[in-house]
């Protein structure tokens, strides 16, 4: 129920002044042309009201998230203590330089930690977001082989296993897309991608660990063909989470990234942001990064332009506050604690793989990363339960479902992934779910087809869900 379907009239405080400044007379244009309409409610009920709402919604904070290739993890509430100082929020984007050192102090030293991690040269918070990010990041590329007159490149290769976002960033940003297949371990198919690399090559976009949950032990030999055929390697840091602090993109052959720092930097995500998906280059790509840039001049923190920037892409400086998060949680785990949270989550998904593998088959032998793919193409064919229906079953053990039907290589998969931050109670109690649910799909399958039974809303039209949300209540004469 909606607050307007929940109002009494009558009830509820009239807390607006009356009016005691002149009238204007606006243009009817600008005027309401019908009575408007607010909810009539005590105070009390008001927040209750958005209190049930919150009980209704599943996230990190009430229950087990192993959304693989979101890193749901739990994020520490000191970040967003920090974030929410009012030196950081109190500010203005067109205020004085001398007026706010600090904050471009944090983009500064965000960007130094950053690129310490990643093995990039320069970093740039504007793009909202990785999917901007990698939209930003082939603009360098573009940018960077016009600016050598070398026009024929219009080609972007992708594998297979690719996030939908990649094909879809290359082709915004002007690129035909050049699918290479993976091979039957789950990795890319070095001989198809010599076939590809050839002289209208732009770049490789690639992530690493890919979304299978594998890492690409050919990522030298990847990274250098694509060098070879006069490309540039473009590095999706959404994985980043299992190899911070161990491995840096930037010496596996990489010369663009982007992160997301609402996956592996603590910033809580879902729900549509806000995010933050800074683009880090190495040097020779540095005059191609979003004008303006925070830089050190004379010990003052300043804005630098350059002339052969690709523009902006976005209003002033990003999403400031999810930096401060972001830095906040790189100095709270310092150079111990980065490594040792990359290596807990590929403990933990190694733990839950190993757990489940018996009854669940992986899509892939062998250890997994940070995350793990399951396919449950013979269940599906034996008993007719789908991925699908354990995902519902799972949301009546209070977890969320993994990623489904993805990527789009494994049929009828399962992506489990349950970061660094879940205790081995939490995994075993979950391990517990999948067993049950198995043992439910085995025995009386057709339970499952009527999963969940203990949410608001079970099995909604998801496509109807997607193309035509409702999120906004109108009264009904409008
Ligand atoms: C999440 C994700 C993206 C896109 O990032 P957004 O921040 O959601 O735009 C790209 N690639 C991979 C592998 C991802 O998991």
Redesign the pocket.
Known sequence: MTLFEKSQPGCGNQLLASLDVPTVELESAFVRQSEWTLPAMAEADLSRHYTELAEKTHGVNNGFYPLG??TMKYNPKINEALAALPGFTEIHPLQPLESVQGCLEVLYKAEQALCEITGMDAMSFQPA??????FTGLLLIKAYHQSRQDHKRTKILVPDS??G??PASASMAGFTIVNIPSNDEGCVDLEALRAAADEETAGLML?NPN?VGLFDRNILEITKIVHEAGGLNYY?G??LNAIMGIVRPGEMGFDVIHL?L??TFSTP?GGGGP?S?PVGCKDFLIPFLPNPHAVVLEEEYSWEESLHSIGRVRAFYGNFLVVVKALAYILTLGKEGIPEAAANAVLNANYMLTKLKDLYPPAYDGLCMHEFVLSLEKLKKEKGVSAMDIAKSLLDYGIHPPTMYFPLIVPEALMVEPTETESKQTLDEAVEAFRTIYATAISEPEQLHAAPQSTVIGRPDEVQAARSPIVRWRPEHQ
């Open positions: 290739s979101c977001a990785g999917a901007h990010g990698e690719a996030h976002t990649n992530t979304t999706d959404a994985n997301n609402h996956k995500h995010g998906g």
